[in-house]
C-alpha cells in the first residue's frame, strides 16, 4: 500500500523520510519538486501525481508536504485519509505539525509512524492506543526521563487493540469525572453584490471532551435531531441507535474526540448574522480606487458577533491602500496583497466601517473584478441553525459525572462578492 | 553526581560531533561526493559505538536516538550495524524498538550480521505474551534476507492458527511480506490466506484480504464460502480494512451476480424495481422472466450502506463506488448526499472525490442536480478544485438551471486566475452546445469576451467561438465579420489562426473581407507563428478556389514565401496545396476534386467532457484518478449473463463463534439475518446451529440495543420474527410472503418514525406498529389489494420502496372519489414513511418540507431577508385585458367545466406563487359535491389549493383562487379536479409574461439595472410591427396583454420602458422597445433568466406584429 513517506518542507527541503519496504530513493521526490514548481501555489500542487515507476500521493498540511510513494493500485482517498491521520496524530501529540515541532521530536515521530503502519497498511491509527504505546512528551516526562533514563514508550503493551471498544484503553480513572460537549457550527455563505444570499449553508461538529472513569455508556440526545440532514459518526456510535431513535449511544474514547459532524438539511432557510455593506471601485483613468466597507448585524438572535475579521484579498497591481477604521486595525501585507481588517466585537450601535484610498501602480490596467471579502467571526452561546442538545445520560458506572455543552457559531466560507 | 557529570560530559560531546558531522554531510552532499561521508564521520560514529556498547540503558538510548535521527535525515548508518544488533534483546522496550527500527531499515544490506538477530525472534515468538509474539513476527517478517524464507514461512504458519486474533493479524501482514520477498512462496501462502479467510475476528478480516489482494487476487473461489461473513462482520472491522473489503467485494460480486441494470433498459422510472415478490405477479403478466436480486447481492448492498456514514472518506468513497457498480440505477443516488459531504474535507480528499463526481454526473445527472449549489465556485478554491467543480457544473447544466450556471459562468470568467477562466469559456462552449437555447446568447458573451483585456480569454474565446459557428453553421457571418475586425489585435498564435481557418471556411460568406485578411497575412507571412502559416495557406488555397479572380496573386506569392520557409511541415503543405489548386500538367484528375476536396463540409467538433472515458476504471482507485492504468489494476469484469452457481456460497456447519476478546460482536445487524430466512436451505441451517447461537444471541443483544447477534448463525430471533410475520402476512390478502421481515428492532423503529410523522401529520393513533398494520389494511373497506400491497411494502424492509412509491398513486386514483377521507390520510402518512425509509433517494419533494421542523421553518422565515433593493418596489396593479384559458370542458369534465385566468395580483398564500383565479361551472343537471383538488404526483410543483367548494348546484358558477409557485419556468402544474364522484387530471400552463409582476421605477434606475444586465443576459431581436400597432399606447397595451409588466415612463419618445420581477425568484426582467422608422423596432429584453427572455420575446413579437 504505502511504500514510503517523505517530510518535505515548504520550501522543497526533504527533512524526513521513513520505509515500510524497500527504501525507495529520495530521488523520487523530485517529480514533485519539479511539480511543486510548476504550480507555483503549493495548495495547487495535484495530490495525486505519476512518475515512471511510481505513484505519489500527497497532501499539505501545516506549510508541510506529507508525500507518500506507491507502486501499486490503491485507492487514493485511502492513502489522503491515512496521511491526514498522521498529521492528526502529530498535532495531537505536538500540539503542532509544523516542520520545526517535528524535526524537535523526531524519535518520537519515528516511533509512532513504525506503530500506525505494518508493511504499508495501517495498523494502529487510534489516538487511544497509540497513546498507550508511545506517551506524548511533556516537559515534566522529559525532564524525569533525563535524569532516571525512564522512556517515553509505554512499559504496558496496549490492551486497546484487542478489545471490543479499540478506541478506549482500559482502566480510566479520574478523580473529577467530567463530559463536555461543544456544538460549533460554521456558516458557509456566498453572497453577491446586493448582499442576497447565493448560497449559504451550516456545517457542524460536536467535539467532546470525555474524562470519565471506567467504562462509562453514555447517551446523548437533541431537542431537535431532524434538523441534522447528514451525518457522520465517530465509530464510536451506535448507528442503528441513531437510524431508529435519533439518539447518540456510544462508550466515548477517552479525552478529545469529534464525536459527529452534520450538515443542517438544505431545506432551512440559513441566517445570515451580519450585513455588509461594500463599495470597491477603481477608476477607469488614473491609478487609485476607493473602498467602503461598513458591517452591521443582521439574524444574530440577540447575541453579540465576536471576533469579527474581514480579509480581502486585493488584486496583484495593488501598490498600497490607505484606509482608516472607525473600530479594530487594519493591516496590508504587501506581498500577498491582503488587507486584513480585525474588527473584534460588533457594536450595533456604532458600525464600523472602513473607507479610504487604494493606489495601483502606475500604468496597469484597471483590474477587471473586484475583489471578494471574506468575513470572519464567532458568536458564543448560539448554535445558528437552532440546534439543542437535550439529554445526556450515563449507563454502566455508579457515580454522577459533571456535564457540560456549549454552542459557538462561527464563519466558515463566508464570502461576499463585491 | 559523577554519573550526572560523566552523563552530562558524554552527551556535550556527543552533541558536539553530532553537529560536525552534520555540518561536514551538508558540505559533502553540495559538493557531490557522499562517499566521503564514512571518513569524516568515524568518530561521531565512533562515539556512538562507544555509548551503544556502554553498560548505561540510558546512553544506549542516547545512542539510539541519535541513530534513527540519522535515519530520518535519510542519513547512512549502516556502519553501526554490529553494536546496534547486540541490543537487539534488551530488556528496555523503547531501546528494543528503536533497534527494531534499525534492524529493519539496514537487514537487507548487512544480510550476513543481520542472521545474528534471528535466533532473538524466533524464542520471542514463543512468548506467553501474544504482543511479544506478534511484534517478533512483525520485525521477522520485515528483515528481507532471503536465507530465512524457511523460518519466516514456519514461522507464518504457526502464527496463522494461534490464539489470539491479535497474532493472525501479523500473520496476515508478514504474508505480504514474504510474498514480496519471494513470489516462489505463492501456493502454501495461498494455504495460509485460505485458512486465514475463515477466521471469524474482525481484527483479522481487513488484513488478511488485503494479503488476498495482493497475492492471488484472481483465487476468487477462496471467497465464495466467506462472502456472507465478511458481509456480516464489515460494520465491525476497523476503518481500513472496511476500505479493501469493500473493493474486493465489488469485484467479486461483478463477477457473481447478474446484472441489475437490465430492467432498466426495458422499463421506464416507475417500473423499474420488480424485487419484490408481491410485484411478482404484476410484472409476471408484462415480462415473462423477471429480475430477482440475488440474496446474497443485496446482503452486500444492504451491510454497507451504514458505511456512507463513516468519519472515513476514503470508506464512504468505497461505498460509494460499490453501489455504482453493483445497485439497481434507482438505489445509487443514496451515495449522492455523503459524497457531497465530503467535499467539505481536507483539500486533497475534495479533489479525488469532485473527480469522481464528475465521472458519475456524466452518466447520470440527476444524481447531483439537487447539490447543484456545493459545486459554486469559491475564489479561495486551488485552480484544480476550480477547473474540477467546472467540470460538473457544466455536466449537471440543462435547461432549467443554464441561466443559473450561466450567471455563474460570468463571474468566474473575470476571474484572476487565468487558466480558471480559460476553462470557464471552454464550459460555456459546451454548454452552448449541449443546450440548443442558449447557444445564442453563450455566443453572444463569447463575442463579447472578444474584446477583453486579457489575452489568454480571448485567444479562448476566439477558440470555441470556431467550435461553436462550426456546429451551427447558420447566418453568423456577424460575428465572422467582427473577429476579422478584432484580428489585427489578437497576437495568441492559436487564436490567430482559428480566424483564419473560420475565414477560409466560410470565405464565401464574407466575400468582401476574407480577401483583405489574406492581404494582410501576406504582409506578415514571415514573421508568423508555423501555426498560423498554416492556416494562412489554407485559407489562401480556398480563396483561391473560390475568388481566384480577386486572389489568385496574393495565393501565389504566399506560395512562394511557403515553399522556402524553414519549417517541412510548411514546405510540405504548400507543396501539396499548389499541386492540388493550381492546374498543371502534373497534377492530373486530383485538381478537378480539388474545390470538393477543401472545401468539403466538415463534421462538427464535438465539446465533451474530459471525463468521458474515465468510466472504463472502478470508481475511487488511482487508476481512475491518473486516468492511466496503473501496476496492480484488477479490471472490473462485466456482469455474468448468467449467475454462477449461488449454492458455493453456502456453509454447511456453523460452530458457534470463539472469539479471543468476549463480545467481539457487538452490533451486528439483525437485518441480514432476516435476509436468509428467506431462504429455506438456509433456514434449514440456522434451524441447525439454533441452539448453538442461542446463548450467543441472547447474551450480546442484552448487552446493547443495536446488537441482534452476531452474524448469520443467530437464527433465533429471526425465526421468531419469521413466524409472527407469516401470520400477520397470512392476514393481509396473503400476497406479500417474503416482502414484509420486520425485525422486532426495527418494527420497533418503525414505530418511532409513525410517531414521528403523527406528530407532522393531523392523526392522531397510537397503536403499535402491528396493530397499525391490520388496522389500516381494515380500514381501507374499498381497493384493498392495492392499499395492502403498498402497505406491505413499504413496511417491509425490502427493495421495492421505489416501486411502491411510483406504484401507489395509481391505485390510489381509484379508491380516491370514494373513500376520499380516509385514502387522503393514508396517503400523507404513507408519503411521510417513505421519506423515512431506508432507500428512498434523497427527494427534494414538497412532502419532505412539511414533515420538516416546521416551527423552525417558519421562524427563520420571518426573519428571511428581503432580496429587493430599496429602490424599487413591486406593485401589484397592472391593467391589460384578461385572457381566460379553458381548464377542463364540461364534455370530459362530465358537466363540471373549469376556466382560469390570471388575476395578475399577488398571490396571498406566498409571494413566490402566481394567482390563478379559477372559475368553476356546473353545466349538469345534477349539483355537483365536494369539488376539490386531489393529491398531485410529489416532484411536481408547488400548488396552494382553494378550498373544497361543497356544493354547486346544475347552473351555477363559482370563482375560486389558488396560487401555484412555477419556479420562474413555463412548465405546467398538472393537479386532479376531483367532484365526489369523478377526479379529472387537468393541467395549467402559464404564458411565460404571467410569470412576472410589474415593478415601478425610475428611468435612471432602470438604465442602470439594465447596465448590469448586459452581455449574456441581453436578448434583442429587430422586429416589424402591425402598422395599427405604431402608437406609443397601442404598443404598451399589446405588451402589457402579453407580459405582467410596469411602464416605466420615460420622455424620449421613440423608447418604450417596461420592467417587471420574475414572481419565483425576483428576478429583474427589463423590455425596451425602441422604435425606428418604417415601423420596425429593437426589442430588448435584459434578464438573468436568459430562457425566459427568449420565450418572453418570442411571445412580444408575435403579439406586436399582429394587428
Known amino acids: 500500500m504505502i511504500n514510503s513517506l517523505f517530510l518535505i518542507s515548504h520550501s522543497g527541503d526533504i527533512f524526513l523520510e521513513k520505509h515500510w519496504k524497500s527504501v525507495i530513493s529520495r530521488s523520487v521526490c523530485d517529480y514533485f519538486l519539479e511539480a511543486k514548481e510548476k504550480a507555483g501555489d503549493p495548495e495547487n500542487v495535484a495530490p495525486v501525481l505519476q512518475t515512471p515507476h511510481h505513484y505519489l500521493i500527497s497532501i499539505y498540511r501545516g506549510k508541510l508536504f506529507f508525500l507518500s510513494v506507491t507502486q501499486t493500485e490503491v485507492p487514493p482517498l485511502f492513502v489522503i485519509e491515512f496521511l491526514h491521520r498522521v498529521a492528526d496524530t502529530f498535532q495531537d501529540y505536538f500540539g503542532d505539525c509544523s516542520e520545526v515541532v517535528i524535526k524537535e521530536n523526531t524519535v518520537t515521530v519515528y516511533e509512532l509512524l513504525e506503530e500506525m503502519l505494518d508493511n504499508g497498511f495501517p495498523l494502529a491509527t487510534e489516538s487511544n492506543v497509540l497513546k498507550e504505546m508511545i506517551r506524548p512528551p511533556t516537559i515534566l516526562r522529559s525532564v524525569v526521563n533525563t535524569l532516571t533514563g525512564g522512556s517515553n514508550v509505554g512499559g504496558t503493551l496496549p490492551t486497546g487493540q484487542l478489545s471490543n471498544v479499540p478506541w478506549r484503553r482500559a482502566g480510566v480513572k479520574y478523580t473529577n469525572n467530567e463530559a463536555y460537549f461543544d456544538v460549533i457550527e460554521e456558516i458557509d455563505a456566498i453572497l453577491d453584490k446586493s448582499g442576497t444570499t447565493v448560497f449559504a449553508e451550516i456545517q457542524g461538529v460536536v467535539e467532546a471532551c470525555v474524562k470519565l472513569t471506567g467504562m462509562p455508556d453514555l447517551t446523548l440526545s437533541f431537542m431537535n435531531p431532524r434538523l441534522l440532514d447528514d451525518v457522520s459518526f465517530h465509530p464510536c456510535v451506535r448507528f442503528k441507535r441513531w437510524e431508529s431513535e435519533r439518539v447518540l449511544s456510544f462508550i466515548p474514547p477517552d479525552g478529545n474526540f469529534r464525536l459527529m459532524s452534520y450538515h443542517v438539511s438544505s431545506q432551512n432557510l440559513v441566517a445570515i448574522p451580519v450585513y455588509v455593506k461594500q463599495n470597491i471601485s477603481f477608476l477607469e483613468t488614473g491609478s487609485c480606487g476607493r473602498l467602503d466597507i461598513t458591517i452591521g448585524p443582521k439574524q444574530t438572535m440577540g447575541k453579540s458577533v465576536e471576533n469579527l475579521t474581514v480579509t480581502i484579498p486585493m488584486p496583484k497591481s495593488v501598490l498600497s491602500v490607505n484606509l482608516t477604521a472607525t473600530q479594530g486595525t487594519y493591516t496590508f501585507d504587501l506581498t500577498t496583497k491582503v488587507v486584513l481588517w480585525d474588527v473584534g466585537k460588533l457594536n450595533p450601535q456604532k458600525l464600523p466601517n472602513l473607507r479610504g484610498s487604494i493606489s495601483i501602480q502606475t500604468g496597469s490596467p484597471k483590474p477587471e473584478e473586484n475583489p471578494s471579502i471574506n468575513i470572519g467571526l464567532q458568536i458564543q452561546q448560539l448554535a445558528i441553525s437552532g440546534l439543542k442538545v437535550s439529554r445526556l445520560d450515563m449507563y454502566g458506572e455508579k457515580y454522577k459525572p459533571f456535564k457540560g455543552v456549549k454552542y459557538v457559531t462561527k464563519a466558515g466560507k463566508f464570502q461576499v462578492r463585491t | ?911 413566490s406563487m402566481v394567482a390563478v383565479q379559477v372559475i368553476l361551472t356546473n353545466s349538469s343537471d345534477h349539483s355537483l359535491e365536494e369539488i376539490h383538488i386531489g393529491d398531485r404526483s410529489p416532484g411536481s410543483l408547488n400548488v396552494h389549493c382553494f378550498n373544497t367548494v361543497e356544493r354547486l348546484e346544475p347552473g351555477a358558477s363559482v370563482s375560486v383562487s389558488m396560487g401555484i409557485d412555477f419556479s420562474d419556468s413555463t412548465q405546467a402544474a398538472n393537479f386532479q379536479l376531483c367532484t365526489k364522484e369523478d377526479q379529472f387530471s387537468v393541467s395549467i400552463q402559464p404564458a411565460v409574461g404571467e410569470l412576472l409582476m410589474p415593478s415601478t421605477m425610475k428611468e435612471p434606475d432602470f438604465c442602470s439595472e439594465q447596465k448590469k444586465l448586459m452581455g449574456m443576459n441581453e436578448t434583442s431581436a429587430t422586429i416589424t410591427m402591425a402598422t395599427a400597432n405604431t402608437s406609443k399606447q397601442n404598443i404598451s397595451k399589446q405588451v402589457l396583454s402579453v407580459a405582467n409588466v410596469g411602464v416605466v415612463s420615460s420622455d424620449q419618445n421613440n423608447l418604450q420602458r417596461f420592467s417587471g420581477r420574475t414572481v419565483s425568484s425576483g428576478a429583474l426582467v427589463l423590455v425596451t422597445l425602441e422604435l425606428r422608422e418604417s415601423s420596425t423596432a429593437l426589442l430588448t429584453i435584459n434578464t438573468e433568466k436568459t430562457v425566459m427572455a427568449s420565450m418572453l420575446l418570442r411571445d412580444l413579437k408575435q403579439a406586436l406584429s399582429q394587428a
Not at chain 2, 568515524?42 to 553498560?55: G, I, Q, R, V, Y
Not at chain 2, 423499474?272 to 429480475?291: H, L
Not at chain 2, 440543462?398 to 480558471?420: C, H, M, P, W
Not at chain 2, 458455493?648 to 460452530?655: F, L, S, T
Request: charged share 25%.
Open chain 2, 1 to 911: 553526581m559523577s554519573t550526572t557529570a560523566l552523563y552530562n560530559d558524554q552527551q556535550g560531546g556527543a552533541e558536539a560531533a553530532v553537529e560536525a558531522g552534520q555540518e561536514t554531510t551538508a558540505t559533502i552532499s553540495s559538493g557531490g561526493a557522499a562517499f566521503g561521508l564514512f571518513s569524516t564521520d568515524f568518530k561521531k560514529n565512533e562515539d556512538l559505538k562507544e555509548m551503544l556498547e556502554s553498560n548505561k540503558e540510558s546512553l544506549k538510548l542516547e545512542a539510539m536516538k541519535r541513530i534513527v535521527q540519522l535515519i530520518s535525515k535519510g542519513k547512512n548508518a549502516s556502519d553501526l550495524f554490529p553494536a546496534v544488533v547486540k541490543n537487539v534483546a534488551s530488556k528496555n522496550i523503547e531501546l528494543k524498538k528503536l533497534v527494531y527500527v534499525y534492524l529493519v531499515r539496514y537487514a537487507e544490506e548487512q544480510q550476513d550480521l543481520a542472521l545474528l538477530s534471528i535466533s532473538t525472534f524466533q524464542r520471542a515468538l514463543k512468548d506467553p505474551n501474544q504482543f511479544i509474539r506478534a511484534s517478533a513476527l512483525r520485525v521477522l517478517s520485515s528483515i528481507r534476507v532471503p536465507i530465512i524464507v524457511p523460518i519466516m514461512m514456519l514461522a507464518i504458519k504457526e502464527a496463522a492458527s494461534d490464539l489470539s486474533p491479535y497474532v493472525r493479524k501479523t500473520s496476515a501482514h508478514a504474508i505480504q511480506k514474504l510474498y514480496s520477498l519471494d513470489a516462489d512462496q505463492k501456493e502454501h501462502l495461498i494455504e495460509v490466506i485460505e485458512k486465514l479467510l475463515k477466521d471469524k475476528s474482525t481484527l483479522v478480516a481487513g488484513s488478511v484480504v488485503v494479503a488476498f489482494e495482493e497475492v492471488c487476487p484472481d483465487r476468487i473461489d477462496l471467497i465464495h464460502r466467506n462472502y456472507r461473513k465478511l458481509c456480516n462482520l464489515l460494520v465491525d472491522v476497523e476503518e481500513w480494512g472496511q476500505v479493501v473489503i469493500i473493493n474486493m467485494l465489488t469485484r467479486y460480486a461483478r463477477t457473481q451476480f447478474t446484472s441489475p441494470w437490465k430492467e432498466d433498459g426495458i422499463f421506464d422510472e416507475s417500473e423499474k424495481a420488480f424485487y419484490d415478490s408481491d410485484s411478482e405477479e404484476k410484472q409476471g403478466q408484462r415480462e415473462a422472466k423477471p429480475y430477482i436480486m440475488d440474496p446474497d447481492h443485496r446482503l452486500l448492498l444492504r451491510n454497507t450502506k451504514p458505511l456512507l456514514q463513516s468519519r472515513n472518506t476514503a470508506v464512504v468513497m468505497a461505498v460509494a463506488q460499490l453501489y455504482w457498480h453493483l445497485a439497481p440505477k434507482h438505489e445509487v443516488s443514496i451515495v449522492t448526499k455523503s459524497l457531497v459531504r465530503l467535499l467539505r474535507s481536507h483539500r486533497e480528499v475534495q479533489y479525488v472525490v469532485l473527480q469522481n463526481i464528475a465521472t458519475m454526473s456524466i452518466q447520470r445527472k440527476g444524481m447531483f442536480e439537487p447539490y447543484m449549489k456545493s459545486f459554486y465556485v469559491r475564489s479561495t478554491d486551488a485552480t484544480h478544485i476550480k477547473t474540477l467543480k467546472l467540470e460538473i457544473l457544466t455536466n449537471l447544466a440543462n435547461e432549467a438551471n443554464i441561466s443559473t450556471i450561466l450567471r455563474g459562468f460570468q463571474t468566474y470568467v473575470k476571474s484572476q486566475d487565468k487558466a480558471f477562466a480559460a476553462a470557464t469559456i471552454q464550459a460555456i462552449g459546451r454548454c452552448a452546445t449541449n443546450i440548443s437555447e442558449v447557444t445564442d446568447t453563450c455566443l453572444n458573451g463569447l463575442v463579447l469576451l472578444l474584446s477583453n483585456r486579457d489575452e489568454t480569454v480571448v485567444a479562448e474565446s476566439v477558440v470555441v467561438i470556431k467550435k461553436l459557428l462550426q456546429t451551427q453553421p447558420t447566418q453568423h457571418c456577424d460575428i465572422i465579420k467582427h473577429m476579422a475586425k478584432l484580428f489585427d489585435n489578437i497576437t495568441v498564435p492559436m487564436a490567430r489562426a482559428s480566424i483564419l481557418w473560420l475565414m477560409g471556411e466560410y470565405c464565401e460568406r464574407v466575400p468582401k473581407i476574407a480577401p483583405d485578411v489574406l492581404r494582410k497575412m501576406a504582409k506578415t507571412f514571415t514573421s508568423e507563428e508555423d501555426i498560423v502559416k498554416l492556416q494562412t495557406v489554407n485559407l489562401a488555397a480556398k480563396l483561391y478556389l473560390t475568388n481566384s479572380k480577386q486572389t489568385k496573386l496574393l495565393t501565389q506569392y504566399i506560395l512562394n514565401l511557403g515553399k522556402y520557409d524553414q519549417n517541412y511541415d510548411i514546405r510540405d503543405r504548400t507543396r501539396f496545396i499548389r499541386q492540388l489548386i493550381v492546374p498543371s500538367e502534373k497534377s492530373g484528375a486530383l485538381n478537378k476534386y480539388a474545390r470538393r476536396i477543401l472545401l468539403a463540409s466538415k463534421p462538427a467538433p464535438v465539446l465533451e467532457s474530459a471525463f468521458k472515458d474515465r468510466d472504463r476504471f472502478q470508481l475511487g482507485t488511482l487508476s481512475h484518478s491518473l486516468n492511466i492504468k496503473t501496476t496492480g489494476y484488477q479490471e472490473l469484469s462485466d456482469w455474468p449473463a448468467t449467475a454462477p452457481d449461488p449454492s458455493v456460497r453456502n456453509v454447511e456447519v456453523i460452530e458457534p463463534v470463539q472469539e479471543w476478546a468476549p463480545s467481539l460482536g457487538k452490533a451486528k445487524k439483525p437485518k441480514s439475518d432476516k435476509f436468509y430466512s428467506d431462504d429455506e436451505e438456509d433456514e434449514k441451517e440456522e434451524e441447525g446451529s439454533g441452539s448453538g447461537s442461542e446463548d450467543d444471541s441472547s447474551s450480546s443483544s442484552s448487552s446493547s440495543s443495536s446488537s441482534g447477534g452476531s452474524s448469520e448463525e443467530s437464527g433465533s430471533a429471526s425465526e421468531e420474527e419469521s413466524s409472527g410475520d407469516s401470520e400477520k402476512t397470512s392476514s393481509d390478502s396473503g400476497k406479500s410472503s417474503s416482502g414484509s421481515e420486520v425485525s422486532s428492532s426495527e418494527s420497533e423503529s418503525k414505530q418511532k418514525k409513525k410517531k414521528l410523522t403523527k406528530k407532522a401529520t393531523p392523526r392522531k393513533s397510537k397503536q403499535t406498529a402491528a396493530d397499525s398494520d391490520s388496522d389500516e389494511n381494515g380500514n381501507g373497506p374499498v381497493g384493498k389489494t392495492s392499499s395492502s400491497s403498498a402497505e406491505s411494502s413499504s413496511d417491509s424492509e425490502s427493495d421495492s420502496e421505489e416501486d411502491s412509491d411510483s406504484d401507489s398513486p395509481a391505485p390510489q386514483k381509484k379508491t380516491v372519489a370514494k373513500t376520499k377521507p380516509k385514502v387522503e390520510v393514508k396517503s400523507k402518512k404513507e408519503v411521510s414513511l417513505l421519506d423515512l425509509d431506508d432507500f428512498s433517494p434523497a427527494p427534494p419533494s414538497a412532502p419532505k418540507s412539511s414533515v420538516f421542523s416546521s416551527s423552525l421553518l417558519s421562524d427563520l422565515e420571518g426573519l428571511s431577508l428581503s432580496n429587493v433593493s430599496s429602490a424599487m418596489q413591486v406593485t401589484s396593479s397592472s391593467f391589460g385585458p384578461v385572457k381566460t384559458y379553458e381548464l377542463l370542458h364540461h364534455m370530459t369534465g362530465k358537466g363540471l367545466s373549469a376556466k382560469y385566468h390570471f388575476p395578475r395580483q399577488p398571490c396571498l398564500y406566498q409571494p
